[in-house]
């Protein structure tokens, strides 16, 4: 399947990225990100064009990157900038594909597609993560070696907390799944809920009272191409949910290649902000439970797939639970799906 | 080339399965087996129909397996018991494959075809394996990178212990064959013999006497598709077989995919069998000679045959002493194809 | 693409080969070398006719090898000796390819073509590694995860020491490219050339004065299929080349497969002969050089070339320093069209 290319993906987080070449390759497209000497950043194609070498061998001065191979330079437009042999002349082809990037919410966005289109506007909203007034936010990463559909599915039916997630577990027993919105093209919801219950091993190193009753909430929102924020918190039982606590957490995947994904996350919080032992303890919750919770079990499902890396071909039993997921499969596919057409119909006008 | 499926595989020997839950995989199929609270074998397709995890990740409650990533729970025959969300209606089509297994002779038999002609009285006879009475037994397992019809070739000719296995070479050179019954459809023999000589370095440590002349046998039953049984033994010059000592040998191997195997053996003997000792030494002798001796050879082989699996297709150059072997597949071929025959015909009744 | 195969290829240095069986795969054969009583070298494939076993697995008695897996003995002729089983009638098939060598000039040469065709005197003169009178020299070798042509291209253009090799590297920047003498069939020159410049580190460490300019040159000369001397030296300012300090330095490629390539490499010396410190220097520079420096660059450039090998169907940004690299391609590339060709009429004519 293809990947939809004309959409905003996340690159890395914005600490990620300083005055080293740092390579990932995003929809098969070996890049290198750096950041400029007036802090912006840059994004190249990391294949030098002359013996495509990758250009992250090579040596970052001032904002152009030298090849290690054989020295050849090249601006953050693409452009190749010096030669050092023969006579200096530089060939007219001596350029790289030079990515739209974009800095918000402490994420670095990578436009992979036609850069004419690149809209910032259409960046998600994940403020919780650039705002360092109001938050405090640990953040994440991991590689993981199945399609990036299969974790949105994971991220979309949280009842599996129930069973992979020791610290999430519900005393009462999984979550429920609330009638969701109607979903527009743009939004799905998937919102899972139990009401009534003391509070889970979580809640509890949170603060929250283990003898109080309360309501537990994971709204998980998704955007595409797979972009998925969730607002998980415990209230007291029918309070509204700004009284509780609450801790964002944030789940940015892009798709390396059709069978692995780079895996971003992090959690914020509006309380106990300077509490740095907090915030250690929340980065190893993140890590355990990303790593070796949820890590194995999707990859064991992307290796019992086979090559095989749509699910839906596979006919799998649909429960009711798997409803938001579905959703934004098809809104995918049709995302992706209409992109097509648009390319084709381009080129046959072109022809 | 595609495997016979309507016939009995070893899954495991009986002590490996309890009460965890035993990945593995035969003839391409992911199967998980586990012990019932009453002591019976189940074994099930190793893949759950929602989300396609290996329930090997799950939990086993009872005689149910949970599926680990979101709790629908199986039984024993494949159905789906409970399904933990929503108003936990179960979809039809949520269910797993039940395999057919038996326990004999201290082995766990698998039928991978069709379960209606699974039929227990033809397992063939490894008795000694099952009968603590009167045998002592050691059981050993490995897992070999190469084509399983490899390994059958490798035990039907037992002329290779001279080159490969320093403990089982003869000092009166390698082993001769002796002219072996016609063969039925269902058994071929392969049966090596020196007579007079001194005991091999295998008899001495056996007890034989060192500066006695005897007679060294090594009479192979191999039945379809690749169980196999060694009669090896010494006795002095002439004598009857049932006078001297013996260590019947089993070698059961069953694909795991077209290129790698599992391969269980096991030794027993009916003389100090509470000499525990001697178990020892038998265990490690197995797992030196199978393990470090003859896999790396036919790993190598299988290497420089490349994607190949059917050796005869490479057009090997044959000597006497490949005769057994060639029957056997020769025997496992008319299988195959009778089976595959069969599989069309049906499809076109039904059609 | 076909490798030439009525060539001499490097098969190993001299004193690679002894009375030990060593095996190494060339263009996608896998041979066996060894020392035979007498002195010369034999080279058989590597495979047993009876089941495809490495017969390097086995032993070598006298001048005959004999399979490890059922004792067929085999003389370098390639012919079958004996055999240990049965009547010990030997199939006329069991005999396996023996290969021409030559060992000249330290190396041993191996021709996997049409051995009618092998002609020693087409050796390519390599003479200071095999003249241990004038010359001290040492040797080394490196298994490099790419297309040989890649290794071919890095030793045409040596202005990538500049970058990649900071003992190389000439404090007045990178080499220039002297006009090349007009190719034939058989020889490309590329030619670089620094003048009037202090010495780099690796001439001072040799002994040239660091306080004194000279004329550093790099003289590389190629010959198919991929066979390379460099002309390596340093002398006063205008000076003739044979009064300065020289190293000539070897560099033989042989494809194994399309992907991966034996370097062998030498370096020789007229002067310090007995110096043995200097000898263990040359070899840990060579050693790290091409392991360290050259050998990574290279195989990210086939990385990132995917499954490509032949880097011109990817149409690069070509410089004015990769002439002589793009001519040698070109001259390879013609030999296999017409060796491909010859084959081709040669099967119609049979046929």
Same sequence: chains 1, 2, 3.
Wanted: glycine share 8%; with cysteine; charged share 20%.
């Amino acid at each position: 399947m293809a990947f939809l290319e004309n959409t905003w993906y996340a690159a890395a987080w914005s600490g990620e990225v300083g005055r080293q070449l740092l390579p990932r390759t995003f929809l098969n497209q070996p890049v290198v990100l750096y950041r400029k000497e007036n802090g912006a950043i840059a994004a190249l194609a990391d294949r030098c064009p002359h013996r495509f070498v990758p250009l992250h061998l090579g040596k970052l001065k001032g904002d152009i990157v030298e090849c290690g191979y054989h020295g050849l330079c090249f601006k953050d437009t693409g452009e190749c900038s010096f030669n050092p042999h023969g006579d200096g002349a530089i060939p007219k082809a001596a350029r790289v594909k030079s990515y739209k990037v974009a800095e918000r919410h402490g994420v670095v966005w990578i436009w992979m597609g036609d850069a004419d289109l690149a809209d910032e506007s259409k960046i998600h909203d994940f403020g919780q993560f650039g705002d360092s007034e109001r938050y405090a936010s640990v953040f994440g990463y991991l590689h993981v070696a199945a399609n990036y559909q299969l974790i949105t599915d994971n991220l979309l039916d949280l009842t599996h907390g129930q069973y992979i997630h020791p610290l999430f577990a519900n005393p009462a027993g999984p979550s429920t799944m609330e009638p969701n919105p109607p979903y527009d093209e743009n939004t799905v919801w998937a919102k899972f809920i139990r009401r009534n219950q003391y509070p889970n091993k979580y809640f509890e190193m949170l603060g929250y009272p283990g003898d109080r009753r309360g309501d537990h909430r994971n709204y998980m929102r998704w955007n595409p191409p797979a972009l998925l924020l969730l607002d998980v918190g415990m209230t007291g039982v029918g309070e509204p949910h700004d009284k509780g606590i609450s801790i964002p957490t944030a789940h940015l995947l892009t798709p390396e290649t059709e069978s692995t994904t780079h895996y971003f996350w992090g959690m914020a919080r509006d309380f106990r902000r300077d509490d740095t032992a907090l915030g250690e303890i929340l980065l190893q919750i993140g890590t355990n439970v990303f790593d070796n919770e949820d890590k194995p079990i999707i990859e064991a499902q992307q290796r019992s797939m086979g090559s095989t890396t749509e699910l839906l071909a596979l006919k799998p039993v649909l429960l009711q639970t798997d409803a938001p997921a579905v959703r934004a499969r098809r809104i995918l596919g049709e995302l992706i799906q209409n992109e097509e057409h648009g390319k084709q119909a381009a080129s046959n006008v072109a022809s």
